[in-house]
T-cell receptor, first 109, second 115 residues
Framework: LAKTTQPISMDSYEGQEVNITCSHN???????ITWYQQFPSQGPRFIIQ???TKVTNEVASLFIPADRKSSTLSLPRVSLSDTAVYYC??????????FGGGTRLMVKP | NAGVTQTPKFRVLKTGQSMTLLCAQD?????MYWYRQDPGMGLRLIHY???????AKGEVPDGYNVSRLKKQNFLLGLESAAPSQTSVYFC??????????????FGEGSRLTVL
């Protein structure tokens, strides 16, 4: 299983763009990169998934360079409600997905 | 559409007692997982199942047993609870085959305290 490394915590202000980078140097050919969001006392919630290049949905963008050894989750114009823990997961769609420690994002007014 | 439902949501046990957590999903998913999350930490995989009648160990399986007798249900058992098992337990499921996008669907969690 590819190990991931991401910052423990980040602070931002409302309206700013937030970029959270995840390192996964030993990512395998069949591995996908998936990001989850978790609010206190709730289960994680899927945000976005990608294999290479850029993926965008209604809540976030995911940038993956050609070597796929890292990825960046981009949250445009964050609000207070985006305060949460964000997890980067790397793995085969048919395999087990393991969570790291995540990044605690604090959005301030 | 209920998704993933966990029962009970809260439970207090004494050391040595046993209990079972039930996870039920109505999405016809093949894969099901049990994670535990300690305060301020990420989720750790306890056991998982890739289909009815199959189970496998995850990262932290000791002290737990599981069963998947029906496709929609995944049970997590504690035979002799210990204070170290105080945690929030999350169940998750995901599809397989053509429907498999890799997305995990989580329950709301079960908060267990062992005194």
């Amino acid at each position: 299983l590819a190990k991931t490394t991401q910052p423990i915590s980040m602070d931002s202000y409302e309206g700013q763009e937030v970029n959270i980078t995840c390192s996964h140097n030993n990512i395998a050919t069949n591995d996908y990169i998936t990001w989850y969001q978790q609010f206190p006392s709730q289960g994680p919630r899927f945000i976005i998934q990608g294999y290479k290049t850029k993926v965008t949905n209604e809540v976030a963008s995911l940038f993956i360079p050609a070597d796929r050894k890292s990825s960046t989750l981009s949250l445009p114009r964050v609000s207070l409600s985006d305060t949460a823990v964000y997890y980067c997961l790397v793995g085969d769609l048919r395999g087990v997905l393991t969570f790291g420690g995540g990044t605690r994002l604090m959005v301030k007014p | 559409n209920a998704g993933v439902t966990q029962t009970p949501k809260f439970r207090v046990l004494k050391t040595g007692q046993s209990m079972t957590l039930l996870c039920a999903q109505d999405m016809n998913h093949e894969y099901m997982y049990w994670y535990r999350q300690d305060p301020g930490m990420g989720l750790r995989l306890i056991h998982y199942s890739v289909g009815e009648g199959t189970t496998a160990k995850g990262e932290v399986p000791d002290g737990y047993n599981v069963s998947r007798l029906k496709k929609q249900n995944f049970l997590l058992g504690l035979e002799s609870a210990a204070p170290s098992q105080t945690s929030v337990y999350f169940c998750a499921s995901r599809a397989s085959g053509r429907d498999n996008t890799g997305e995990l669907f989580f329950g709301e969690g079960s908060r267990l305290t062992v005194l």
